[in-house]
C-alpha cells in the first residue's frame, strides 16, 4: 500500500518561508517522477511542481516560479518543497503526489497522502 506521509505546513506571514516534507513508502519512490499539488478552499487542486526521477529536471507553475523549489532525496525516500517570498494567495493544503505516467508532467499523478495546511497571512 502506497503512503504518502506530508509535514512542515503552518501559519506563516506573507514574505515568509516554509519548507515541506514529504516521506514516501509502499512503491518505487526512487524511480517515479513526483509533484507537489495544492488545493484552496472552494478551488480545484492546482499542480505547483514536479521533479523528475533522478532530480535532473524539474517544472513549475507560474505562480510559484523563482520563489518555490522542489528537490528530493532518493537514498530517504523524501521529498521536499522549499517556498520563500510566501503570499496570502498561497493559503492552501500541499499534497505531495507520485507519478503513475512515464516521464515528469503537469498531469498523471496520484495524491495518497493527508496533506498539509499552509496559511499565509498578509
Known amino acids: 500500500q502506497v503512503q504518502l506521509v506530508e509535514s512542515g505546513g503552518g501559519l506563516v506571514q506573507a514574505g515568509g518561508s516554509l519548507r515541506l516534507s514529504c516521506v514516501a513508502s509502499?512503491?518505487?519512490?526512487?524511480?517515479?517522477?513526483m509533484a507537489w499539488f495544492r488545493q484552496a478552499p472552494g478551488k480545484e487542486r492546482e499542480f505547483v511542481a514536479a521533479i523528475g526521477w533522478n532530480g535532473g529536471s524539474s517544472d513549475y507553475a507560474d505562480s510559484v516560479k523563482g520563489r518555490f523549489t522542489i528537490s528530493r532525496d532518493n537514498a530517504k525516500n523524501t521529498l521536499y518543497l522549499q517556498m520563500n517570498s510566501l503570499k496570502p494567495e498561497g493559503t492552501a493544503v500541499y499534497y505531495c503526489?507520485?507519478?503513475?505516467?512515464?516521464?515528469?508532467?503537469?498531469?498523471?499523478?496520484?495524491?495518497w497522502g493527508q496533506g498539509t495546511q499552509v496559511t499565509v497571512s498578509a
Open positions: 503526489c507520485g507519478g503513475v505516467v512515464p516521464g515528469i508532467g503537469r498531469n498523471g499523478y496520484r495524491c
Open positions: 509502499g512503491r518505487t519512490f526512487s524511480s517515479s517522477a
